[in-house]
């Protein structure tokens, strides 16, 4: 009878402990599935065309929890792009990146060649924190380009008034099944410091430059961008001045 006892009280104290450490290992296992897959808070690629200077290239920008590690696999399961911290930036960890490819003149390097390039479909982003977690994500590229918008005013190196400067334009002729989701203005006043930078709707077609921002007898630059809906972009370069 005591045998049997102390051989109960040992299958139950083994029982026990096994029990203890499932619930443990089911607790921890659980824990780094919830935190072990997090999504980038911006994954994106896009084609940019320069309709003033006839090129094109690819454009890339992601955000995401501090990460040490990024890499991008292209639709046919090739990596095309793989960047690592290292020493102290490693530890501490990178969170934003933006960066342009080369964009050849479709005069040099054809539109079909760089779409071959670059195909269409779905382009995974992955990369690790610097907590040991995985980030992840996908972006869909496209072979929609929209035409570049043409430039009603100014005309290129016109003097304007910078109490009335107006930028406008008429949507380009883009091919059958293109939709233009809004349009960017961007006029450089000379410096990063000296930028402006605004998103339009659609159904917009001109913007007055504020005067605060215009200098008396100085020159600007400026583009303007129709933005297809799935992001693709094409740019048209101007010029003026103001009196």
Known sequence: MGATTIFDRRSLLKSTVVLLALICFSVIAGQIWARDRIPFGINKIIFEFNST????GVQVSLDGEPWNVVKIVNPKGRTIF???GKGNLKKFGLTELFFESHEPSILEVPIAEIFDRFPEGEYKFTG?????????GTATLNHRIPAGPAIVS?????AVDRNNAVIAWIPGNSAQGIQIGGFQVIVDGGSPERRLDVVLPATTTSMKVPPEFLEAGKPYKFEVLAIEIGGNQSITEGEFSTN
Not at 128 to 136: A, H
């Open 128 to 136: 690790k924190t610097v907590d040991g977690d995985i980030l992840v």
């Open 82 to 84: 793989e960047v690592e």
């Open 53 to 56: 200077g006839q090129d094109l």
């Open 154 to 158: 100014p005309a290129a190196g016109a």
